[in-house]
């Protein structure tokens, strides 16, 4: 049977309950609204999961933007933006060739 909770929850939980807690209560921490809303918070971590190339984390944050109110276009947008930085930087070290 599959286990339904994220894979990090799952690690950190078998490593110990205090770091399992300590880890939910820093991420609830850092994605509840403040200068920038919880739902503005899920699209730069979903666009931080394309930069990182983490199929997993990409997955979770889209799941995490629809709750928070994103759109289908505002979660392609931050794929976007994400894509075109990697791009950028792929850019940047071919650069070097040419050195």
Known sequence: MKEDKPRPIRFTEAVSEDLSSAFTNLASEIMKDGALSSKDKSLIALACAVAVKCEHCVKAHKEKALDA??????IKE???????????????FASFVLD
Do not use: H, I, K, P
């Open 69 to 74: 109110g994103a759109t289908m276009d505002e």
């Open 78 to 92: 931050a794929a976007s933006v994400a894509a075109q930085v990697r791009l950028g930087s792929g850019l940047t």
